[in-house]
C-alpha cells in the first residue's frame, strides 16, 4: 500500500509539470534525496555530457552498505525532461547478526532506469532496477530498485 501511495505521489506531480514548466532542462550538476527499496540516502553527481556518478548510503537492520554508479544518461525523443540510463558499480558494506558477529558485503551492481526532471523546480525522480552480485559471506544474486526523490542543484 505503501509503494501504491508513492506511485500516486509521483504521478500526480508529473500531471502538474506542463502547468508550472518554465525550463526544459533534463540536466543537472547534483542532486541529493531518498530513494525508497531499498531505504537509501542517494547523492547524484554530474561528470561530463550526460555521465553522473551515484552514490548510495543504505543503513539497515544491524548494517551499512555503500555503493558507487557509472551512470550513461541519454535523452528521450519528445520527453521534455526525462531521460533513461545505464551504468554499473561497486558496492561494500557492514553487518551482524544475533547468531555471527559481523559479515562483509563486497559485490558488484547494474542500474537500469529513467531519470526526470520536473521542469521549473529542484525536484528530480528516478525509477530503477538495479541488480546486485555478492562475492563472499552473502554471495548470490540479488534484484532491487525503486523510485529515488531528490533535490537538484
Do not use: C
Amino acid at each position: 500500500m505503501k509503494y501504491l501511495l508513492t506511485l500516486l505521489v509521483f504521478i500526480t506531480v508529473l500531471s502538474f509539470q506542463t502547468t508550472y514548466s518554465q525550463d526544459n532542462s533534463s540536466s543537472y550538476a547534483t542532486a541529493i534525496g531518498v530513494k525508497i527499496y531499498p531505504g537509501t540516502i542517494t547523492l547524484k553527481k554530474s561528470i561530463s555530457g550526460g555521465n553522473y556518478f551515484e552514490g548510495q548510503a543504505a543503513f539497515f537492520n544491524k548494517g551499512f552498505r555503500a555503493t558507487v554508479l557509472y551512470e550513461f544518461h541519454n535523452d528521450i525523443n519528445g520527453a521534455n525532461g526525462l531521460r533513461w540510463y545505464y551504468g554499473g558499480g561497486p558496492h561494500l558494506g557492514f553487518y551482524k547478526t544475533n547468531y555471527y558477529n559481523g559479515g562483509t558485503l563486497l559485490g558488484v551492481d547494474g542500474v537500469l532506469g529513467l531519470d526526470y526532471k520536473l521542469s521549473g523546480t529542484p525536484l528530480n525522480f528516478s525509477l530503477d532496477w538495479q541488480p546486485s552480485f555478492e562475492f563472499g559471506d552473502g554471495s548470490g544474486f540479488e534484484g532491487w530498485g525503486g523510485l529515488a526523490i531528490r533535490i537538484a542543484f
